[in-house]
């Protein structure tokens, strides 16, 4: 007799697609980075440019679980990161994001502080298919989510400079 | 209707032990290490103490999911690394490796390169139960198997060294 018989959920089959998608939540748990970058782009009437991305990192010697994530996903490309060690499994299409990516996270959460992290990222995902980024207001809102996220990265634009000239005063 | 109402496995729940199982089989994928340490020991006949550990480690701002591995295996502690940016959930004892650990990856296996480091991992721990790392023969085998596991990491006394004190005539 195995503790799984007393489960309520039956034995899960290793090579199943729920086996799959909750493993793959565990793996971007830890490997996977939810971004939204903020670029100057004159040809915008706002000014600046939103860019959500979704990401996972590998060694390269151990590039199977990418592919696996590609094929689940369906989306994204795989590609050498900057430095030569790491291969890079993205998408940064937004249908993919809001088709793809944003119900698989609800259905099978992370549970790390990193969900915090997917919940401003899917706020700004869902705002810019309203076409938020593309109006002032919409930008300033997104602006301030995406300062919420990833305390530990690093921002090419901070918030405060990218809120400055949308004339926003910013606190403090 | 969603594309789960077709899958042959029924719809999982988030908060059910099989999704942390899952869970936790991806996100040690990217973040576990198995490792088996040879240290020398004047007190042992074969001269060489043989221990094997399992780890997980996190940033110490994102501990969630350390305490919940901790509770899953139930075994094993956690604390800071050296560095004193991470906190490290680490299991030495044979016994809980034996009982909880390798049933686990058996049953909710890992899907990449990092497999095979556990499958030597789980031979080491197999031949210990039986007293293997207390003989000469056994040491040698051992050695042998762990000398294959986690080729980019660092070890203390080189595989060769410890050979060589059991005049074994290493290749080369």
Partial sequence: MTIYECDQTPALAYNSREFLSAYISGYVDGEGCFTVSISPRATLLVGWEVRPGFSVSQNGDRAE????????FGCGSIRPDRSDKT???????L??????????????????????????????????????????????????????????????????????????????
């Fill in 95 to 172: 249908e993919d994001i809001l088709g793809r990516v944003l119900p698989h996270f609800e259905r099978y959460p992370l549970l790390s502080g990193k969900r915090y992290d997917f919940d401003r990222f899917a706020s700004i995902c869902r705002a810019m298919a309203e076409g938020a980024h593309l109006r002032h207001d919409g930008l300033i809102r997104i602006v301030e989510l995406a300062s919420e996220m990833n305390p530990s990265g690093r921002r090419r634009y901070a918030s405060e400079a990218v809120l400055a000239t949308l004339n926003v005063k910013v606190k403090g």
């Fill in 65 to 72: 679980v990418l592919h696996a994530i590609q094929a689940y």
């Fill in 87 to 93: 291969l890079k499994w993205e998408t940064r299409r």
